[in-house]
């Protein structure tokens, strides 16, 4: 399977930002990547998603995060911003194995076939 690797994560206060990274060993382009978030005791949740132009985001974080990718470093970027407490999470990294296969908005979780290990995000109020 494609790898995937998340950096970025880290602790900041309330109203900072983190721009998170997922280098792929595969070609990134024309498949649908997307960031998911798991907070403890909470299911896992789609944060954004994109595909070739078109992004999605999760109305929680629309207008404070951005996703976005570069096809030539095979990497997918989710820039955070204004971080809430509720932010606090582990966010992974997710690919569809089968390029120029769409993003189902919302995204859901079956429908990616390759994950990353996740990195931490906490937000302090």
């Known amino acids: 399977q494609v790898q995937l690797v998340e950096s970025g994560g880290g602790s900041v206060q309330a109203g900072g930002s983190l721009r998170l990274s997922c280098e792929a060993s595969?070609?990134?382009?024309?498949?649908?990547m997307g960031w998911f978030r798991q907070a403890p005791g909470k299911e896992r949740e789609a944060v954004a998603a994109?595909?070739?132009?078109?992004?999605y985001y999760a109305d929680s974080v629309k207008g404070r995060f951005t996703i976005s990718q570069d096809n030539t470093k095979n990497t997918l970027y989710l820039q955070m911003n204004s971080l809430k407490p509720e932010d606090t999470a582990m966010y992974y990294c997710?690919?569809?194995?089968?390029?120029?296969?769409?993003?189902?908005?919302?995204?859901?979780?079956?429908?990616?076939?390759?994950w990353g290990q996740g990195t931490q995000v906490t937000v302090s109020s």
């Open positions: 595969g070609y990134t382009g024309g498949r649908c």
């Open positions: 997710a690919a569809d194995l089968i390029i120029l296969r769409a993003c189902s908005f919302p995204p859901q979780s079956p429908a990616f076939g390759n």
């Open positions: 994109i595909y070739l132009s078109r992004s």
